[in-house]
Every structure is written in structure tokens, then in C-alpha cells.
């Protein structure tokens, strides 16, 4: 099992900056890939960005693309989103996601791909 546990959610202004954060414990994070959704309000949960175990494999939903940083810190069991010019559109509760990686070698961008979520952190962004 791994929980995962997402901060660094809030209220901010357009075209601020926020730095989402989610912690993993349990098993080994190394081996897991790892990735961002967001749902807002009436929609389907959608991919924003995801990362292999080795951090060599990144990839992003267009609507974040040159916006939107993933990273991770293995030795800390952290994933990170830095997220820039944020947008009213970006508003959205923001869950964190694992799945088991073992070759590095490929993005998973789909909802039922990924076996662990955190319980979401809620980002509004105000016009």
C-alpha cells in the first residue's frame, strides 16, 4: 500500500504561482510512477502532468504545458507541482497519483492506470 497526502493548496489571484506537494509513505516510492489530476466542479477528473520513477520521463496536458513543473525527490518520497500564471481556469481540486514503474520507460496519462490517490488539495484561482 501507499498513501499519499497532497498540501500546498489555496486561493490565489490570476497569474500567481502556487507549489502543490505530496508526500508518499509506505512502500518504496522509487518504483512508483507519479502524476497530477485535477477535477473541477461537474467535470471528469482530468491528467495534468506526470513523472517516471527516474524523473527521466515527463509529460504534460497541453492546457498546463510551459506553465506547469512536475518534479519529485525520491530521498523525501515527495512529488511536486509548481504551477505559474495560473489561470481561473486551472480552479480545481488537485489529487496526487501512484502506479507501479519498474522500467521508467513510459507516461501514463489515464485515470484507470493509476492505483494510488490522495485525497485532493483545492486550488481556486480568482479572475
Known amino acids: 500500500q501507499v498513501q499519499l497526502v497532497e498540501s500546498g493548496g489555496g486561493l490565489v489571484q490570476a497569474g500567481g504561482s502556487l507549489r502543490l506537494s505530496c508526500a508518499a509513505s509506505?512502500?518504496?516510492?522509487?518504483?512508483?510512477?507519479m502524476a497530477w489530476f485535477r477535477q473541477a466542479p461537474g467535470k471528469e477528473r482530468e491528467f495534468v502532468a506526470t513523472i517516471s520513477w527516474t524523473g527521466s520521463r515527463i509529460h504534460y496536458a497541453d492546457s498546463v504545458k510551459g506553465r506547469f513543473t512536475i518534479s519529485r525527490e525520491n530521498a523525501k518520497n515527495t512529488v511536486y507541482l509548481q504551477m505559474n500564471s495560473l489561470k481561473p481556469e486551472d480552479t480545481a481540486v488537485y489529487f496526487c497519483?501512484?502506479?507501479?514503474?519498474?522500467?521508467?520507460?513510459?507516461?501514463?496519462?489515464?485515470?484507470?492506470?493509476?492505483?494510488?490517490w490522495g485525497q485532493g488539495t483545492q486550488v481556486t484561482v480568482s479572475s
Open positions: 497519483a501512484a502506479r507501479s514503474d519498474y522500467s521508467g520507460s513510459y507516461y501514463y496519462t489515464e485515470v484507470y492506470e493509476y492505483t494510488y
Open positions: 509506505g512502500r518504496t516510492f522509487g518504483n512508483y510512477a
